[in-house]
């Protein structure tokens, strides 16, 4: 079993920009990560499991949460209440697995104010376009929600210099590629893998000639 430091991979995108796809795929892609499953508000959509896509609990709970100081990061999007645990994420982190956070770009900074070697990784969708199109097929929301999460997601792409990696998601299987090989690449980080290196150092003082 390797020994090496485990670490957070924060994945955010524009809403409808396939983030929450693009993390499903890592998941069964690479192992030894896992997903930290946010808390929220909002209603569940008919398709979404408690507990496995969200834990969805009322405003009232979360800021019982958000005032215990159970929350790493939380924000409020498009009027509900999102998080993530703190105390999650320290289970998956001592589990031997990277955390995989899909989250907005609120989130996201403060992840990176509050881990200093998190992963951050920004999806792009190909066109406003091709964004709007996945949004209506998606058929989740109102005329006038749909046109307040295409005003938010013309600011969110402006973000895109503050996360580490981008991919663009143009065409899926080389989307979710490039999601895996920044992950994989990461692992090979030399402060990540350095305590299991000494250990192979070692036997190097060892063994004879």
């Known amino acids: 079993m390797s020994s090496r430091t485990n670490f957070l991979v924060v994945i955010s995108s524009p809403s409808g920009g396939g983030k929450s796809t693009l993390v499903a795929a890592l998941l069964e892609r690479v192992p030894n990560t896992r997903l930290s499953v946010s808390y929220t508000t909002r209603p569940p959509r008919s398709h979404e499991v408690n507990g496995k896509d969200y834990t969805f609990i009322s405003r009232e709970e979360f800021e019982r949460l958000r005032e215990q100081g159970e929350f790493l990061e939380w924000a409020e999007v498009f009027g509900n209440l999102y998080g993530t645990s703190r105390r999650a994420i320290g289970e998956i982190l001592a589990s031997g697995c990277d955390a995989i956070l899909d989250i907005d770009v609120q989130g996201a ?45 013309r600011q969110e792409v402006l973000r895109y210099t503050e996360f580490q990696y981008v991919v663009i998601n143009d065409e899926l299987e080389e989307a979710c590629k490039a999601v895996e090989s920044v992950v994989r690449a990461e692992r090979q980080k030399r402060y990540r893998q350095e305590q299991e290196a000494r250990v192979i150092l070692q036997t190097f003082q060892k063994g004879s000639i």
């Open 109 to 153: 900074a403060q992840i990176r104010r509050a881990v200093a070697d998190a992963v951050s990784i920004f999806i792009l969708p190909r066109s406003f376009s091709v964004l709007k199109q996945r949004l209506i097929v998606r058929g989740t929301e109102t005329p006038a929600a749909l046109e307040r999460r295409l005003q938010v997601a």
